[in-house]
């Protein structure tokens, strides 16, 4: 139901100041645009991050391979939504296993551990971070993607001093890596 003329708020919403600093966070990115970035297997490309949101959220979209899955880890600062786009999924959310298909929807809240394994993919789905600051552990885990498309998959799995320095990494973002998702 449309509303009617008489409905319709005919001043604007915001004036002065708080309209300019409105305008000047507008911005779009199309199919393919944003930075993209190659980590831990996946094609990341960060399509809002914290500096255009002023810190409010970050919009994060994930290609990763079939077979794939990351292993139990909780934020303490942001609060996680996963919207899938493509493939299939099983999610792990604190005690709560869901499996997900295009168009499903999850939510991880701060300091809930959750994981998630690719059943069927390629998987697409992005990642909805409240506040933002996720995003640069992204980029500092990550690498500039060469194209965009997943990156060449390593032949042996992180070593245990890497390992230890990818949990360091994430530590000083509030991020803690727990173990392999239920069944790995």
Do not use: C, N
């Not at 929807?105 to 059943?119: E, Q, R, S, Y």
């Amino acid at each position: 139901m449309s509303p009617t003329e008489d409905q319709v708020r005919k001043e604007p919403l915001l004036s002065g100041a708080a309209e300019e600093e409105g305008a000047s966070r507008i911005f779009a990115r199309g199919p393919g645009e944003g930075e993209a970035l190659w980590g831990d297997g996946l094609l990341a490309t960060i399509k809002a991050d914290g500096e255009q949101t002023d810190g409010r959220s970050s919009l994060v979209e994930i290609l990763a391979p079939d077979g794939y899955w990351i292993g139990l880890y909780g934020h303490h600062r942001e609060d996680e939504g996963f919207w899938i786009l493509e493939g299939e999924l099983t999610f792990y959310v604190g005690d709560q296993t869901t499996k997900a298909q295009p168009g499903s929807f999850l939510f991880g809240p701060k300091d809930v551990p959750h994981a998630f394994t690719v059943d069927s993919g390629p998987a697409r789905l992005l990642f909805i971070l409240s506040p933002a600051g996720f995003e640069d552990l992204i980029r500092d885990m990550g690498e500039p993607a060469r194209a965009l498309t997943m990156p060449p998959q390593p032949e042996t799995p992180p070593s245990e001093a890497e390992m230890q320095q990818m949990a360091a990494m994430a530590a000083q973002h509030g991020v803690e890596f727990i173990g392999p998702p239920p069944g790995q």
